[in-house]
């Protein structure tokens, strides 16, 4: 079992569609990470938690540290949202431990 | 305030060859991650530098790689005597000094093809 799992592996939405993302994790984290990877391949921060929620324009990410648990939501989805989502696990060390990534296609 | 840079963006090497890709962090970033990801797969880690020291090498492969980040210039990941399983995506990051409690901030990566 991977120390992070994500779900679904990929994700096919209308546009205008309410999105959410899943990442569970089984070791110790400082943060969890989301990161966005756009068919080019280049990879952008999109959030670091460490407890709570944040909000940045139409994403959304949450973590339950309790339940080692944490989701990553995008309201009113677009065909430019579409792209690979990862969840990353920092560990000791500032060391990353990445999901399998979601693969996420928006149709128009 | 220019991003990661890296380069080369692309490199093709013969096997047996060495590949030296370069990541120069942001201004003022002092820490420095490599990950590499192997075609089809997730992102792995392979070293956390600061200035002049190695922090975590725990994901390097024993042989043929190392990394360095000296006082002045990039820091580079060195592969020798490539071979076509290090085909791969190779990514950096950069953080600020006052890490952690940051966001680690990607390059565009460099793409290695051994032939």
């Known amino acids: 079992k991977n120390e992070v799992e994500q779900s679904p592996q990929n994700l096919t939405a209308q546009e205008g569609e309410f999105i959410t993302i899943n990442c569970s994790y089984s070791v110790g984290i400082s943060a969890l990470h989301w990161l966005q990877q756009h068919p080019g391949g280049g990879i952008v921060s999109l959030f670091m938690?460490?407890?709570g929620k944040k909000k940045h324009g139409r994403l959304i990410a949450t973590i339950n540290i309790q339940e080692k648990h944490s989701s990553l939501h995008i309201t009113a989805s677009h065909p430019r949202d579409s792209a690979v989502y990862i969840c990353?696990?920092?560990?000791?060390?500032?060391?990353?431990?990445f999901g399998e990534g979601t693969q996420l296609t928006v149709n128009p | 305030n220019a991003g990661v840079m890296q380069n080369p963006r692309h490199l093709v090497r013969r096997r047996g060859q060495e590949a030296r890709l370069r990541c120069s962090p942001m201004?003022?970033?002092?820490?420095v991650y490599w990950y590499r990801q192997l075609p089809e797969e997730g992102l792995k880690f392979m070293v956390y530098l600061q200035k002049e020291n190695i922090i975590d090498e725990s994901g390097m492969p024993k042989e043929r790689f190392s990394a360095e980040f000296p006082k002045e210039g990039p820091s580079i990941l060195r592969i020798q005597q490539v071979v076509r399983g290090d085909s791969a995506a190779y990514f950096c990051?950069?953080?600020?000094?006052?890490?952690?409690?940051?966001?680690?901030?990607f390059g565009p990566g460099t793409r290695l093809l051994v032939l």
């Open positions: 990353a696990a920092e560990t000791s060390g500032s060391r990353l431990t």
């Open positions: 201004k003022g970033h002092s820490h």
């Open positions: 938690l460490s407890s």
């Open positions: 990051a950069s953080s600020p000094p006052y890490y952690p409690g940051e966001t680690q901030y």
